[in-house]
């Protein structure tokens, strides 16, 4: 099982840069928010196999979770802001 290991591994990072790709060169805000969302997603799970759950825990909480969902209410607060200022 110890040689799937470094597979899932370079897998994860793969897809890690892929979704970061995507979050750079993406000119929807939301889609952009979601992969960079997906980023540290995956690196909570890279941590995970890479056997540090501690870390991997607090980069699903903080990094994934929390960020996603403050850059997501920022967002709407901007849009807020806009909507009021053009009306």
């Known amino acids: 099982m110890s040689h799937l290991l470094p ?9 890690m840069l892929v979704a970061a790709v ?5 000119r929807s ?3 952009a928010i979601l ?4 980023v540290s997603l995956m690196a909570s ?15 699903a909480a903080i990094g994934s979770g929390l960020t996603t969902f403050l850059l997501f209410f920022v ?5 807020n802001v806009m909507e009021r200022d053009d009306g």
């Open 45 to 59: 799970v890279l941590f995970l196999v890479l056997a540090s759950p501690d870390v991997a825990m607090t980069e």
């Open 7 to 15: 597979w899932l591994a370079a897998l994860l990072c793969f897809a």
């Open 22 to 26: 995507v979050a750079i060169r993406e």
């Open 35 to 38: 992969a960079a969302g997906l």
């Open 29 to 31: 805000t939301p889609v």
């Open 75 to 79: 967002l709407g607060r901007v849009r």
